[in-house]
Every structure is written in C-alpha cells, then in structure tokens.
C-alpha cells in the first residue's frame, strides 16, 4: 500500500490512495460513559484530570495541546486526532497506537495514554517536549558537536525500532522532538510499519517524499535488486542523513536554498543526481558519517548500529 506525507515546506502534494475503512481496535476499552483511557505503563491519567493550556502545533491528523494535570501540575502534550478522518488517516491512526502501545525507550517521545470517548474522538497523551521539534534549529548554526549529540540519540532511537522490526518511514526534522534537558527523541508513527515477515517489502512509497531514499522513490528503477527493495531499515537511514545533513547547513539539502522544488526536480536530485554531501570545510570524520548515510545502495548503507560506533560519534563522546 502506498502511503504519502506532504511536507508542509515543500508542497508537494501527491494524492493518497485508499485505504480499507476500519473502525479502532478492540484494545481501547470502553471503560465510562465518558472518556475511555488505556496506556502502555501501569501510571494512567484520567482525561478529566487535564487542563488545555495553549496549542502547541497541527499536524496533518489534527492538533496537539500542551496540558497539565490539574492535581500534579504535571506537562504533558495531548494529541487530538480529527474527528472527521478519512478511512486512510484513520488506518494510519491504528498503526500509530499499535506502535505507540508497543516501544519504550528513552530515544521514542513516550506515550502515556490513549483516550477514545463514546463519540469516537480520540486523543494521545504523550511525554511534553518543550523545545518543539528540529525544525526550530533551521537556519541556527550548529557546531559538530551538537550535530553528534542530537545524532547519537535518533541512532538509538532508530537502532531500538529496528530491534524491534519497526521501520519508522518518515524521518524527517518535524518528527524529531527535543527539550532542554538536550534530549533528543523520534515522534510520530503514522506510517510506521511493524515488518512481520522478514521478507515483507515496505520499502514502497511512504513516508514524506523530499526524505525519501532513492529505493523508496523509485522502487521500479532498474538498478534496485530485490536484496535492496527488502532492505527496509535503509530508507530511514536514508531520511536520517538527509535530516543531519540539514540541520548542518540549515535548509534541505537536495535543492539549491531557497529554491521551491517540484517532483520532477526532486526525482532527478534523489535518484538520478550525486548524493548530496557535507560541506567541504566539515571535519573528515563528519563527512565520511554523512557519506555512509547517503550510499545510494541501500546495502552500502550502515545500520543504526554501525552508525553508533562511527568515529564521527566515537569523537564526540
Ligand atoms: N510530544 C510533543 N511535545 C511538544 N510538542 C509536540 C509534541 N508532539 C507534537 N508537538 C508539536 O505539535 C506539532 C504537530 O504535531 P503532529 O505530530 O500532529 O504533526 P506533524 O508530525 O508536525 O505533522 P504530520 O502529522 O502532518 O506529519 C509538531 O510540529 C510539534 O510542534
């Protein structure tokens, strides 16, 4: 199934097939007559518990609020899922839960609760990070250092997911949360994807395209062997790159800045251009990390894990 995310800088927008129409899981249980909760840790709070205090950001499935527990003053951001979903958004929606139910790591934004009223309306609680997304860091100078902290952190985080047969398919800065304690953590399991055959391909068109791998992009091109195709883990690799690379220099890095890109530009920069590079005045061990990242051959690629031991990272420890 072929699922696509715009970015919202980019516009470029595709059309989304369908998807067949579903109905939540049984395993939200309705437990009052007003708002159900369930949750992936045995410390529950009560929807009614929690006070809105301002909007923190919309994402294409529907708002996020900062809010506060009433008794412990405690911040939390409340996802509010749309009402009015499509049956792809709200398929997409399953698969978020399925995957939010199941991961716990430090380097996964925490899911603390999952509410579905009566009506059908359904909300995430999740751990409050206060410093948005990576997004915010566009157009910031970022030393080597800082790059490799906030690298090390999204390896571990994609090197536990991958353990666990989760291929994230949508890396990109909008996905990636800090906060001040200079934590750094992947959000937003939309079109995740838990592989359950190890022969599965998912490696389809998903995600969002301008952080798409090459395979991803184009998985019909000539030169994609199967062995590539079934390299799931790769793509994210992939969109992991491209995001470091752009919080290197401070705008997307497949396009000249400032530049709007149309598909065709895009297909041509991803799959037929150079991989794009670090800046020439970049330590060697930086550009080599960049390098093993952005292997057009997703076999050439490293693995999260193989990342981790990079001297780029090793350096900065
Ligand atoms: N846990 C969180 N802590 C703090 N802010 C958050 C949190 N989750 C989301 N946000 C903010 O809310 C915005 C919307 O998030 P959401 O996950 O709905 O959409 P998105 O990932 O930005 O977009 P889309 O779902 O369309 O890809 C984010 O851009 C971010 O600024």
């Not at 195709?229 to 396009?255: C, R």
């Amino acid at each position: 199934m072929a699922l696509v995310r715009n970015n919202r800088f980019m516009n470029l927008k595709l059309s989304l097939p369908q998807a067949p129409s579903t109905s939540l899981p049984c395993f939200i249980p309705i437990a009052t007559a007003s708002t159900t909760v369930t949750s992936n840790t045995s410390n529950t709070v009560s929807a009614s518990d929690l006070e809105r205090v301002n909007v923190l950001g919309f994402g294409s499935g529907g708002t996020v609020y900062k809010v506060s527990h009433k008794t412990t003053s405690a911040t939390y951001a409340l996802k509010k899922v749309k009402e009015d979903m499509d049956s792809t958004s709200r398929h997409q929606l399953l698969r978020e839960i399925e995957i939010l139910r199941l991961v716990d790591s430090p380097y996964v934004v925490k899911c603390h609760d999952i509410y579905e009223k009566p009506s059908g309306e359904v909300s995430i609680l999740m751990e409050y990070m206060d410093l948005g997304t990576l997004e915010s860091l566009r157009g910031n100078v970022v030393k080597e250092e800082q790059l490799a902290l906030i690298a090390r952190q999204v390896l571990k985080g994609l090197s536990y997911l991958h353990g666990l047969k989760i291929v994230h398919r949508d890396i990109k800065p909008a996905n990636l949360l800090r906060n001040s304690r200079e934590e750094v953590k992947i959000a937003d399991f939309g079109v995740s994807k838990i592989m359950v055959k190890s022969l599965d391909k998912s490696n389809t068109f998903t995600g969002t395209c301008a952080y798409m791998s090459p395979e991803r992009f184009d998985s019909e091109a000539a030169d994609v062997s199967e062995e590539d195709k079934s390299n799931v883990y790769a793509g994210d690799i992939w969109s992991f790159g491209l995001t470091m690379l752009e919080i290197l220099v401070g705008h997307f890095p497949l396009i000249p800045h400032g530049e709007k890109p149309d598909w065709a530009t895009l297909m041509c920069a991803v799959c037929s251009g150079e991989s794009p590079k670090a800046p020439e005045e970049c330590s060697e061990e930086l550009k080599s990390f960049i390098d093993c990242c952005l292997r057009k051959k997703p076999s050439e690629r490293w693995t999260a894990s193989q990342l981790l031991s990079h001297p780029f990272l090793l350096q900065q420890d």
